[in-house]
């Protein structure tokens, strides 16, 4: 059974940096696109970014790029997200999912990891 666990989430100061971390089972990992999602409160989850299988290249959202990263290590299927200099509006909850090239996501959704930034 695939199994999607996010983890790293936490309080961030605006202007400051976090890591999130996916643990991915279940599936041939290193075959897979893989992305990352988030939900703002009162709104629907949105796509944010995504890593080809290889690790290269990588996508970005408008509101993300420069300055969010995504990496994985397919050896032990593993993806991260780099954020830096966080701001309020990036409060939410991120998900990782397997991503087709038409933008659908594979697999059913983990619980994700909270960001909260805030003063």
């Known amino acids: 059974q695939v199994q999607l666990v996010e983890s790293g989430g936490g309080l961030v100061r605006p202007g400051g940096s976090l890591t999130l971390s996916c643990e991915a089972s279940g599936f041939l990992f290193r075959q897979y696109n893989m992305a990352w999602y988030r939900r703002i409160p009162g709104q629907k989850r949105e796509w944010i970014g995504d890593?080809?299988?290889?690790?290269?290249?990588?996508n970005f959202h408008d509101s993300v790029n420069g300055r969010f990263m995504i990496t994985r290590d397919n050896a032990n299927n593993m993806l991260y997200l780099q954020m830096n200099n966080l701001q309020p509006e990036d409060t939410a909850v991120y998900y990782c999912?397997?991503?087709?090239?038409?933008?659908?996501?594979?697999?059913?959704w983990g619980r994700g990891a909270q960001v909260t930034v805030s003063s």
């Open positions: 890593i080809a299988s290889s690790g290269i290249p990588t």
């Open positions: 999912n397997a991503r087709n090239p038409q933008g659908s996501v594979l697999w059913t």
